[in-house]
């Protein structure tokens, strides 16, 4: 096992190859071993559900409705939402201001650029 190929997103080292793909056992992220190289250059960017970057100050749409812990209503699909700040170092890396229910975090792939 010395030819051990870690995960590009979580460097987990538990990879196996599944057909033509390799799959990380930890995350469950699967990337062909020949466009690494191409994927690792983009690593720093924030993309949203249909594969667009996003910057500080964008305004993004909710594509499906996100339930709020301690609200009585869920975020519905079509929110949009306005000058967003973006939290690279984040697993939620969207702050916003939702009319409605204030303050929150976001995942970037429940959002589209408006």
Not at 70 to 89: E, S
Request: proline share 6%; charged share 25%.
């Amino acid at each position: 096992m010395s030819d051990v190929v870690l995960c590009p997103k979580c460097s987990s080292e538990f990879t196996y190859p599944s057909d033509n793909v390799m799959v990380c056992s930890q995350c469950f992220y699967e990337w062909n071993p020949e466009e690494t190289v191409a994927e690792v250059s983009n690593s720093g960017q924030i993309l949203d559900s249909n594969g667009n970057e996003l910057q500080d100050g964008d305004s993004v749409v909710v594509i499906k409705d996100l339930p709020v812990k301690g609200a009585p209503k869920p975020v519905k699909a079509g929110t949009k939402v306005k000058n967003i700040r973006l939290r690279p170092d984040s697993d939620h890396n969207i702050d916003c201001k939702i009319d409605g229910f204030g303050s929150m975090a976001l995942k970037s792939e429940f959002v589209k650029k408006a």
